[in-house]
Every structure is written in structure tokens, then in C-alpha cells.
């Protein structure tokens, strides 16, 4: 897998014609397929379930689906996701009462872990499931909807990640999620993320195959790669 992976929301694609708007992602050139799972409890918006991540299974989509679950309850999700074909599974640590159990729980299933970080979320909420942890996502925006202002805070928090990475020792894959844009995808690479999720920058444009391209020029401007 490269360095950089670009993930796009499929939040900000056209829901008529999810199975099309996936395929075409991908084939403009995308790694991965970002998964918004929104509950109107833990965020106030309501997006889709696991019967549609199988839909794009059944459809023949192959690449990796990174599930990024903004639910609570979380455990009563993983398993219907796992079985439908996620292959990344993340969550909020506050919307779990055990969020070890529910890192155990997701690898159980042969899935990636990973825990989603709010921009208010200490970084406190790391310190003991390193281990655990493939991934983790970082919010730079508050969870909920796509089309928002990145925060530039978020650099900041990036470059600390990075670091509690590095200590580990692990290969924790750094995700960013809300906000990415051509203009700024190069400074979050700068400041340690390596895998970008992207809905209303890609799937607002008409042309999915020239915003990755131009994304992956930028990328390709990074002195520092994170490495995984
Ligand atoms: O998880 C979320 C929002 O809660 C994201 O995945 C957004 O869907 C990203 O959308 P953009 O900010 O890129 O439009
Ligand atoms: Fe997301």
C-alpha cells in the first residue's frame, strides 16, 4: 500500500446512485472508500447502515472500506459491519463505555482499528490502547456533516499524534478526516497525516479524476513522509 491514501466521504456523494458514484471514484484514481456511518444520537445527522456497505460489496466494489462509525451505542455495530464487509472500523472513544473492549471487539472480526478524534478530544484518550490502535482518525472538524472549515488547530494535534506514534513503535496508519482540500492537503502531510478523507472537495467537483490528481501533486511536494 503507498504512503498516501486518499479516502473519499461517500457522505458527499449522490445517494441515487451510490454503487456508480463509488466505482467512478475509484476509478479517478482513489485508494480507499470512506464510510460515515451518523446515528442523530452521538451526531446530530442521520446517514446509512451496514445492508448499504454490503450493497456496494454485492455491487463488486473491492477496495477497502474504512468504516467510520459516529454511533453510540458502538459494540451493537461492529459485528453487522465487519460481516458486511468493512475492513477498517473506527469510533468516537467518548460514544463507548469500554473503548479497549470495543478495539478488541473490532479485531475479533479481522478488522483494522482504529479510534476517531474529535478536535476537543484529549490526546490522553491514546495513551493506553496504542497496541491496539491500526489507525487512528483525526477530526479536523466537529463530527456530524461534510462541507465544513477545516480547523487549523488540527496541525498541532497532528504533529503530537505523530510523535505518540513514533514512541510506540507501532505502524498506526494517521488518517484526517473533515475539510481536506487541494489547497491545504500538502500541510497535513507536512504535519504527519498519510491517509486523507475527502468528500465535498472530490465529490463536489465534476471531474473526480483531475481533484485526486491534483491532490496527489501536492502530496508529491511533502519533504517528510510519515512513515507507516
Ligand atoms: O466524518 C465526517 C464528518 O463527520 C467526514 O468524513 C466528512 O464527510 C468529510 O467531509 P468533507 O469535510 O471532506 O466535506
Ligand atoms: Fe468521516
Given amino acids: 500500500m503507498s504512503d498516501f491514501l486518499i479516502a ?129 482518525l483525526v477530526m479536523s472538524v466537529n463530527p456530524g456533516f461534510g462541507g465544513q472549515q477545516f480547523i487549523p488547530q488540527t496541525l498541532d494535534k497532528l504533529a503530537a499524534i505523530k510523535q505518540k506514534i513514533a514512541s510506540s513503535g507501532r505502524q498506526i496508519r494517521l488518517e484526517i478526516d473533515g475539510g481536506v482540500k487541494v489547497d491545504n492537503i500538502r500541510a497535513i502531510a507536512q504535519a504527519g497525516a498519510n491517509t486523507f478523507v475527502a468528500g465535498s472537495a472530490i465529490f463536489g467537483q465534476p471531474d473526480y479524476k483531475q481533484v485526486i490528481k491534483d491532490m496527489r501533486t501536492e502530496l508529491a511536494e511533502v519533504k517528510t513522509v510519515t512513515p507507516l
Fill in 8 to 136: 473519499p466521504s461517500i457522505l458527499s456523494a449522490d445517494f441515487a446512485r451510490l454503487g456508480q458514484e463509488v466505482e467512478l471514484v475509484l476509478e479517478a484514481g482513489a485508494d480507499i472508500v470512506h464510510f460515515d456511518v451518523m446515528d442523530n444520537h452521538y451526531v446530530p445527522n442521520l446517514t446509512f447502515g451496514s445492508s448499504i456497505c454490503k450493497a456496494l460489496r454485492n455491487y463488486g466494489v473491492e477496495a477497502i472500506i474504512d468504516v467510520h462509525l459516529m454511533v453510540q451505542p458502538v459494540d451493537s455495530m461492529i459485528e453487522s459491519f465487519a460481516k458486511a464487509g468493512a475492513n477498517w472500523i473506527s469510533f468516537h472513544p467518548e460514544a463507548s463505555l469500554h473503548v479497549d473492549r470495543s478495539l478488541q471487539l473490532i479485531k475479533s472480526f479481522g478488522c483494522q482499528a482504529g479510534l476517531a478524534i474529535n478536535p476537543a478530544t484529549p490526546l490522553s484518550c491514546l495513551d493506553h490502547v496504542m497496541h491496539l490502535l491500526d489507525h487512528i
